[in-house]
């Protein structure tokens, strides 16, 4: 099993910063591609921050400029730093990883966290 656990959703006025985490366990050989997604009540799910196994990184626009994506390796991490939050940034927050389970290259599969809540106050 793959197990995806973020950290760090709060509450923040606008303007304000806040910086989530998240820690892959389990049946791991290796992670490729990671992300963050966010998603509110009624809506669908979107990408906010996308990040290879390389380091390349690809951010959404309503983002760009504001969060930075960034991953370490050895700690099988992937964080998301928020800065200048706005309201429109209040969502659930999920992490995403693709995740390669065996020496096999075909054994890869998706796995999402649980989500954390950030909310940001005007």
């Known amino acids: 099993q793959v197990q995806l656990v973020e950290s760090g959703g709060g509450l923040v006025q606008a303007g304000g910063s806040l910086r989530l985490s998240c820690a892959a366990s389990g049946s791991i050989y290796s992670i490729n591609n990671m992300g963050w997604y966010r998603q509110v009540p009624g809506k669908q799910r979107e990408s906010v921050a996308l990040?290879?196994?390389?380091?390349?990184?690809n951010d959404a626009d309503a983002v760009k400029g504001r969060f930075t994506i960034s991953r370490d390796n050895a700690k099988k991490t992937v964080s998301l730093q928020m800065n200048s939050l706005k309201p429109e940034d209040t969502a659930v927050y999920y992490c995403?990883?693709?995740?390669?389970?065996?020496?096999?290259?075909?054994?890869?599969?998706?796995?999402w966290g649980q989500g954390t809540q950030v909310t940001v106050s005007s």
């Open positions: 995403n990883a693709e995740v390669r389970t065996t020496l096999q290259k075909w054994a890869v599969s998706d796995y």
């Open positions: 990040i290879t196994n390389v380091g390349n990184t």
